[in-house]
Every structure is written in structure tokens, then in C-alpha cells.
């Protein structure tokens, strides 16, 4: 064996030693990349909130009605109505927070359909999302339940567009006053007790378009008006999320800052990650080649951008950070899988879409002094989904298996860290190929989560650890052939993580070896 052949024996098990025994001549084998991270293990002082793994549930599709709810009667295993399978795999996320009940679809809805007998709940057409009839099975009590059943926190999105002051405020007070009010006798007459807490409440969705059309200068003052009606009840401490900009809309940020300031508490933002950007065709969730995958990855590393340029903007306002960024709608969308309703919003989940969720959640976790809660969009069979449902049928998607290896990072310190990374080429144009981001949960643990975007190449990165020592790494990886690997009823592993050992203690750290398309997760004791 000579010394080339020697060396891609060991590139071949990620030995990150061995690697660099290669010489020049050996340009055709795809060598990894160098890149180099510093991580301040001693600087730590922000608090990644668990929040930023949040989810959210729309009446839209298949999300509620079987992606979640299924009825008492139902052949598929459900508790109260609620599919058992769902619940058991959003507990394995640790899925901290939802939203719900939209989106566009919050806007046109009336909390008192949804409560009382389910059969004498009236029938309304869903406007927003394929005006498909809304049976209202799935209310407000049925909403809760399943927050408590997983472990999650409610985070009720108000309707402001078609709804009234009146509404809202007796919403809030049906779900959390403890009193003997005419609203609190009606909950418990429906079957719940002791008053819910509702930690969260968005004061209307997307008030720029699907929410009402408001300008920003409208919709602050009704912000305003609305927010003072929505009251604390018996101990019950509401966050107030105003409804935020759209993507690159900086002007809405600066306009809510300027006018209702510190009255809420956070600020939304929506942006989804289109491989064109063109939303008349978007293009094809599962058949894209090289050229979609670099556009869809670097439509995703945007959300850096926007977050710091919204960021700097709430700065100038706020700059003790009491205002939190919340981006509670993001992710892939694509052009519908075929022959599925064009109004349900179902599409497949990719190797690629695992890209898009590591590289936008190491973005949240950098971020985390002011972005305080997001929403990835949506739970189930709906755009960039954590679970597919299919009758009795459930499967995990890549997606999935990102935020199970993040879970560590959930209300850990952030540590800092700079990150000098590789560029991934294609064609004439490029990006970094690696993502990071680094936290020191409460047993001391530091966790390291790290993408590599490049599809052709395993990249190293030398990571040094100031003010640490790593004894002992395990770590996780997620990868698959291609770059459409996905997972399907018939082939639900096609893709999950496995363990991962491409890596070694240096004198200031370690070296890692991340496979081509790869997220890792590392933790390091
Ligand atoms: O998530 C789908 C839709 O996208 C939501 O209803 C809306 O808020 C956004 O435009």
C-alpha cells in the first residue's frame, strides 16, 4: 500500500490524523476542507431559551385533522382524541412551546365555535387554507390537552384581523380566570376545571397581509388597543407577541418599535426558505439537483442576516433587550407534492431540509440575547414538517432528527464562538459550508452542534477550546447518500442519526471530520 493509498484508507473512517498525511498529488480525492472554530467555554452568559425549539399548529391541511387530532372513535391509538404516536414523538424533542391556531387561519377564527358538545359546534369554511369545511372539533379544550400531553407550553395566536377587542379579552378570560365569571363557569361547564395558564398570546398574525392588510402605523395602534384588553387573570402572566415584520420589511420592525416599544414583549418575524424565491414556482421538495440545493442552503443562511438587521434595529429601541425577537414561522416551502390539494401545503422532507434546520437553529442559538422564541412551520404534514401522517401510519422526518440532536442546547449558556469557515463552491458563487454554534448545558456538558453544507466534500474543522479540556467526546451524526434522502411510510430509516467518532483531542481542543451534507452534534465532557 502506498503512502496515498494508506492515507484514504483512514480519510475513509474520518481520521482526522491520518487525513493529513495526504499529499498534493492526491487533488482527485475529495479531501476535507479546513475551517477553524474558537469556542469561549469562559465566556458564556446568554441563556439559548428552550423556546427556540418551538413548533406550530395550523388548521391547515392535514396538520390538526389527522396530524394530530383523530377523534375518541378512531382504530388509531389516541388519548381523548389526540394520536398517541404524535405525542410520544414530541416528547422525545422536548417540544418546549406551540402556536396555534395559525397562521393566516388565526384571522378568521372565533374561539367559540371550538368550544362546547362537539357535535353542535357549527361548520365553518376554511378561507384561508383550501376551503375545505372546519368541523371545530379540534377547539380550545382539545388544543390544551394535547399541549399538556406533550409537555408543551400554549402559545395562542389572536385573531385581530376579523375578530374584535371583546373577543379576544373573553378568550383570555375563559382560559385562565379562576373566578365564578359567567366565562369561567362556561369552561368548567365544558369540562375544565382549573384555569389554564397561557404563557403566550400573539396579538394577531401577519397584519401585513393575510392578517388584516394594515399598514405598520395601523397596526401599532391597534396592537395598542387590543394588548390593553388582554389582561392577567389569577396569576396567569401573559408574554404579548405583536404581530411582525415579513421577512425583509425592516421598516414594520422600526415603525412597532417606535410606537408600542416595550408594550409587548416580543416581536415576530416570519421567513420561509424558497430554492428559487420565486413563490409561483417554487420548486420540487424531493427531484433538485446540486444547483437547488446551494440556492435552497443559502436562501436559508439569510435568516443571519435578517435576524441582525432586525436585531440592530429593536437595539436602537431597546437596547436592554427586554423586546425578544420571536420568529414564530419559518422554514422550506415547495411547490406541493404532486396530485396532493395545492391549498394543504404537504410537502416531502429531505437530507436537504436537515440543512436548512441545523443551519437556522445554530443561527437562533448566536442570536439568542434577542431572539427568544421561534416556531418552525409546521408540526405536522404541513411545509417543513417534524412528522408525516398517513391514517395509522406515522414516520419522522429529517427535520425531526435535527431538533432530537439539538435537544441539549435547550436553556443552556451559549458559548461564543467564531467560526472561520471553508467556502463551499458552486459555480461562480459562494458560501461558508460550515455551521455552528456551541452551549454548556447545566451539568457542565458543552455541546457542539456543526453543519457541513458542501455536498461533495467531508470538511474538517479545528475546534479550539478556550478555557476547557476535552476528556471524552461522543457525537452524532446525520447523513444519508443523496441529497433527497427522505423518509417514507414503506422506508421510515432511510434516514436517522448515527453515532459518529470522526474526531480527535488536540493539545487546544479537538478535530472533527464532518462527513459531506452532514449535521453533528458533539458532546464534549
Ligand atoms: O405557514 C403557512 C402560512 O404562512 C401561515 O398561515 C401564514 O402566517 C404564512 O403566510
Known amino acids: 500500500m502506498n503512502t496515498t493509498r494508506f492515507a484514504f484508507a483512514f480519510l475513509t473512517s474520518f481520521s482526522v490524523f491520518q487525513i493529513q498525511l495526504l499529499t498534493a498529488d492526491d487533488a482527485a480525492v475529495a479531501l476535507p476542507t ?28 392535514a396538520c390538526i385533522y389527522d396530524g394530530i387530532w383523530v377523534g375518541e372513535d378512531s382504530s388509531i391509538p389516541n388519548t381523548r382524541g389526540i394520536r398517541n404516536d404524535v405525542v410520544a414523538a414530541l416528547k422525545k424533542i422536548e417540544m418546549p412551546v406551540v ?11 372565533h374561539w367559540e365555535d371550538g368550544v362546547g358538545p362537539r357535535d353542535q359546534r357549527p361548520r365553518r369554511i376554511n378561507a384561508s387554507w383550501g376551503g375545505v369545511v372546519e368541523s371545530n372539533a379540534f377547539g380550545t379544550h382539545e388544543f390544551l390537552d394535547f399541549c399538556e400531553q406533550v409537555g408543551a407550553a400554549p402559545y395562542i395566536s389572536g385573531n385581530v384581523g376579523s375578530g374584535s377587542v371583546e373577543e379576544l379579552a373573553q378568550w383570555i378570560e375563559y382560559m385562565t380566570a379562576a373566578t365564578n365569571s359567567t366565562l369561567s363557569d362556561l369552561r368548567r361547564q365544558n369540562g375544565r376545571d382549573e384555569p389554564w395558564k397561557i404563557p403566550f398570546v400573539g396579538i394577531g398574525n401577519e397584519s401585513w397581509g393575510c392578517g388584516g392588510q394594515m399598514t405598520p402605523e395601523f ?3 391597534n396592537y395598542r388597543r387590543y394588548n390593553e384588553f388582554v389582561k392577567n387573570f389569577s396569576g ?22 417606535r410606537n408600542v416599544g416595550t408594550r409587548m414583549n416580543g416581536l415576530s418575524l416570519h421567513y420561509y426558505t424558497l430554492p428559487t424565491g420565486n413563490w409561483s414556482k417554487k420548486g420540487s421538495a424531493t427531484v433538485f439537483g446540486e444547483a437547488d440545493w ?29 423586546v425578544g425577537l420571536i420568529v414564530d414561522e419559518w422554514g422550506t416551502w415547495y411547490d406541493v407534492e404532486p396530485g396532493t390539494n395545492p391549498g394543504f401545503l404537504y410537502q416531502q422532507n429531505t437530507l436537504r431540509d436537515a440543512l436548512v434546520a441545523g443551519i437556522t437553529l445554530n443561527i437562533f442559538n448566536n442570536h439568542c440575547d434577542r431572539v427568544k422564541m421561534a416556531a418552525i412551520a409546521q408540526l405536522a404534514n404541513v411545509l417543513q414538517a417534524m412528522v408525516l401522517t398517513d391514517k395509522e401510519k406515522m414516520v419522522v422526518t429529517p427535520s425531526y432528527w435535527v431538533f432530537e440532536m439539538f435537544v441539549p442546547h435547550h436553556d443552556a449558556q451559549l458559548l461564543p464562538s467564531e467560526l472561520q469557515s471553508a467556502n463551499y463552491q458552486f459555480g461562480t458563487n459562494a458560501i461558508p459550508e460550515i455551521s455552528a454554534s456551541a452551549s454548556r448545558d447545566n451539568s457542565g456538558k458543552i455541546h457542539v452542534t456543526l453543519c457541513n453544507l458542501n455536498p461533495n466534500q467531508p470538511a474538517e474543522v479545528a475546534v479550539d477550546l478556550q478555557g476547557a479540556k476535552a476528556q471524552s467526546i461522543t457525537g452524532q451524526v446525520l447523513t444519508a447518500p443523496a441529497m433527497n434522502t427522505h423518509n417514507t411510510f414503506d422506508n421510515p430509516d432511510a434516514i436517522k442519526p448515527m453515532d459518529f467518532s470522526a474526531f480527535k483531542t488536540t493539545d487546544s481542543g479537538f478535530n472533527v471530520t464532518l462527513p459531506a451534507k452532514s449535521v453533528v452534534a458533539l458532546e464534549v465532557d
Open 34 to 61: 479546513k475551517s477553524t472554530l474558537v469556542i469561549h467555554a469562559e465566556q458564556g452568559k446568554n441563556t439559548i431559551s428552550r423556546n427556540i425549539y418551538g413548533q406550530f399548529s395550523e388548521h391547515l391541511g
Open 99 to 109: 402556536r396555534w391556531p395559525g397562521g393566516c387561519f388565526a384571522d378568521q377564527y
Open 219 to 221: 397596526y401599532s395602534d
Open 236 to 257: 396567569n402572566r401573559i408574554y404579548r407577541i405583536a404581530s411582525g415584520s415579513n421577512g425583509d420589511d425592516t421598516n414594520w420592525t422600526e415603525v412597532l418599535m
Open 294 to 322: 446551494f440556492a435552497t442552503l443559502n436562501r436559508a443562511l439569510h435568516m443571519d442576516d435578517l435576524v441582525t438587521r432586525h436585531s440592530a434595529i429593536m437595539d436602537r429601541y431597546d437596547p436592554q433587550k427586554k
